[in-house]
């Protein structure tokens, strides 16, 4: 992954984005590829991971200035190759990854760990597949996984495994109807 030299400039020796409406900075251990797009440096305003890479943003991959990265101290968050992400809310302890040509809507949030409950909990990672598309006010719980090719559908609670290719919908998701698969 290449970093991007042209979006960043140096403020009193953080990186920061060039024309940013707000004042913060991108902390060193987010790796942005070149060709990548950062809306804001608000985004990281809660990202406190003290992993060697602590965000990581690949090729072509688009993080909106309305999204929220709230990454604690051992949280990993992968977008991979084209992946969109615009107004979502990512509450990370161990790790959430979102695939590669994945679209995730404004309002949805991600939260591999149940914070500030009495009962407690270990963080479980969120995987998100290649080409899915989560639907705005969605969420999705810890611990689960959304195949390759699938859909949630709007105001949706996933609080289990979606399979690849399907449509899943409702509090909590179900599976609604499964969709073809692309042979290329």
Do not use: K
């Not at 699938?150 to 599976?175: C, E, F, K, T, W």
Request: proline letters at 6%; charged letters at 20%.
């Amino acid at each position: 992954m290449t970093v991007a030299a042209t979006r960043f400039h140096t403020v009193n020796g953080a990186r920061a984005i060039v024309d940013d409406w707000y004042p913060g900075t991108v902390p060193q251990n987010v790796l942005v590829d070149a060709s990548a797009y950062v809306g804001s440096s608000y985004s990281f305003l809660r990202c406190r991971s003290e992993r060697a890479v602590g965000v990581e943003i690949g090729r072509a991959a688009s993080l909106c200035d309305a999204t929220s990265l709230d990454v604690g101290p051992r949280g990993l968050v992968r977008l991979g190759e084209y992946a969109l992400v615009n107004g979502t809310r990512i509450f990370c302890d161990a790790e959430v990854e979102i695939g590669d040509y994945s679209l995730v809507s404004w309002d949805v949030v991600l939260m591999d760990a149940y914070r500030g409950c009495p009962r407690g909990s270990e963080p479980r990672p969120i995987r998100i597949g290649r080409n899915c598309w989560v639907g705005f006010g969605a969420c999705v719980l810890p611990g689960v996984s959304i195949g390759d090719g699938s859909i949630v559908a709007a105001r949706s609670v996933v609080a289990q495994d979606v399979p690849p290719y399907v449509v899943a919908a409702g509090n909590p998701a179900r599976l609604v109807r499964e969709l073809p698969r692309d042979n290329r």
